[in-house]
């Protein structure tokens, strides 16, 4: 599969997000910072339920989600880094993994909402660095 494929596919996945948890949940998700705390608030509400394959499939879909709304929000491009991962890259350093971001959620090793404030803070580190 190609660059613009896959990350067409991203696209696509990010959107199914969307539309299924409208009708699921009854909420309408958009790329902004309050779909990300309401999903960080969904992963922790329904952990205790999730099996490894929920986890594999949220980590896709919730990934594809989280790096769309990163990139309407702050920039940067997808971005494959190996086989299996894709990143948002904005320059040179500063880059973010959206898939990594919601596993570290899914884990509890991180809060989703906490996670993505800090991007902003990839722009100051980068800033300084120069």
């Not at 599969?1 to 696209?11: D, G, L, P, R, V």
């Not at 594999?56 to 879909?61: G, H, M, P």
């Not at 989280?66 to 904005?90: D, K, L, P, S």
Request: charged fraction near 25%; charge should be negative; include cysteine.
């Amino acid at each position: 599969m190609n660059t613009a494929t896959h990350t067409s596919a991203i696209s696509e996945d990010a959107k199914l997000v969307i539309d299924v948890m409208n009708e699921k949940e009854d909420v309408q998700l958009d790329f902004s910072a309050d779909a990300i705390s309401w999903l960080d608030t969904y992963i922790k509400q329904h952990h205790n339920t999730l099996s490894e394959d929920d986890k594999t499939v949220l980590c896709e879909k919730f990934g594809a989600f989280v790096g769309e709304t990163i990139r309407r929000n702050y920039g940067g491009q997808w971005v494959q880094a190996n086989e299996n991962n894709w990143m948002i890259v904005f320059d040179d350093q500063a880059k973010t993994e959206p898939f990594e971001m919601v596993s570290a959620s899914l884990d509890r090793r991180s809060s989703l909402t906490s996670l993505y404030q800090q991007i902003p803070e990839l722009f100051d580190n980068n800033a300084m660095q120069h």
